[in-house]
């Protein structure tokens, strides 16, 4: 905890906090992939202030709650406290291996990262990227090139999804490559992590599981957290325990589809470890199963068999189990939740300290009336709402 002491000796002012369990941190460690999302949310008390969040992915790409720093207000300085006190926390992660973050551009954040981790790589989240893009380019034409181009998984398909965008749009092609491709293509993404995604939607989602919390004192608002990790922790590793398999079920969902995608496509062995598989008119793609890799891209990416490989495999009839990364596997899932968090009693149990007390944040007031929503993007469903008709044509039954 960071105190803002006046210099004349009297009794400090709240400032920071921060804030890390030892079953959530060691669990992500053990058991999670070197890949880390960082965000801040507001906090709905009287004296205001953020939570800034670290999170990890489990196995069964669920979040894990990693580390968390109450602040003043989401600038460089209180990043960079935050993130060299959750540096000394994890180390250089397991096998040296660097940390992949990904962010939504906040304020001071970039610099931060980049000063206290220059080796490591960052990620831009795509769905804030969009917004900025769409207020400059509209257009369903051009939001599916701008995807086009970040969901490329080599070089050579990001740079014809360029030249697309240029024809299309000169000005748009200028702005987007502006911006380093390794911040937002998974063409330029290394497989440190074996994570493909493009959004950092899991912050998005903790934010609103603690929604109810942000609304209590902070001793309050830690206490409902620690408890609901608590019990997350228990659910988590019971529901493993009872599962089967040895994949995690969310991973074997998406290799499911890769293989039922690759029935349609033809592959030749050249007789070592390597083959050639047709795709289609004009596509043709490698695979090597001895380095795991493909030439979409996505095989070393994400660490399990993209659909180019699942028709390989199945071609040497060898299990698929055999192709798939640890990370992902049953036993590496159940050693991030081997960790308890201990019960506490309610503070009248307390044990009482000699240390001088300490005042209240000051309050920070921001510009303009207080929200209690998100405020959400134009093409952003409403809360309840899968989707949205917004651009879409609507045809009578009747007519059709």
């Known amino acids: 905890m960071q105190i803002d002491k006046p210099p004349d000796g009297s009794s400090g002012t709240f400032q920071r906090l921060y804030y890390c369990l030892y079953a959530c941190k060691k669990g992500f460690l053990d058991g999670c992939r070197p890949i880390i999302g960082l965000d801040g949310c507001f906090l709905k008390t009287a004296f205001g202030g953020q939570l800034l969040s670290a999170l990890g992915r489990d196995g069964n790409d669920n979040m894990v709650p990693i580390a968390f720093a109450v602040v003043e207000v989401e600038r460089y300085d209180s990043w960079k406290w935050f ?117 950092n939607n899991l912050n998005e989602s903790f934010n609103n599981y603690i929604l109810e919390a942000r609304e209590l004192p902070i001793i309050g608002m830690l206490e409902w957290i620690r408890r609901r990790l608590m019990q997350r922790i228990q659910t988590k590793r019971s529901g493993m325990q009872k599962f089967q398999g040895e994949i995690c079920p969310n991973i074997a969902e998406k290799i499911d589809k890769n293989q039922k995608l690759s029935r349609t496509f033809v592959a030749t062995w050249d007789g070592g470890h390597k083959y050639e598989v047709d795709c289609g008119v004009r596509k043709c793609v490698v695979v090597d199963l001895r380095e795991w890799t493909c030439t979409c891209g996505y095989f070393q990416l994400t660490g399990y068999p ?47 300290t000699e240390e001088e007390s300490i005042n209240p944040p000051a309050v920070r007031r921001m510009p303009g009336r207080p929200k209690k929503l998100h405020r959400r993007a134009q093409d952003e469903p409403k809360k309840g709402q899968v989707s949205t008709r917004k651009g879409l044509v609507v045809h009578c039954k009747r007519c059709t």
Not at 83 to 111: C, Y
Not at 318 to 336: D, F, Q, S
């Open 83 to 199: 993130l060299e006190l959750l540096m000394a926390d994890l180390g250089m992660g397991r096998d040296n291996i660097p940390w992949t973050f990904i962010s939504d551009r906040q304020k001071g954040l970039v610099h931060a990262v980049n000063e206290l981790f220059p080796n490591s790589e960052h990620r831009f989240c795509l769905r804030h990227m969009y917004q900025n893009f769409n207020q400059k380019f509209k257009g369903k034409e051009m939001k599916d090139m701008f995807w086009a181009a970040a969901s490329a998984g080599n070089e050579r398909e990001w740079k014809m999804a360029m030249i697309e965008l240029e024809k299309t749009n000169k000005e748009a092609a200028e702005w987007l490559s502006r911006i380093p491709p390794a911040l937002w293509s998974r063409s330029h993404f290394t497989g440190y992590s074996k994570c493909d995604i493009l959004v």
């Open 306 to 352: 993209c659909a180019h490989a699942c028709a390989a495999i199945g071609v040497c009839r060898l299990p698929i189990k055999n192709y798939v990364h640890a990370c992902y596997t049953r036993a590496e899932y159940l050693k991030t939740y081997a960790y308890t968090i201990t019960p506490v009693p309610s503070d009248i149990y307390w044990i009482t």
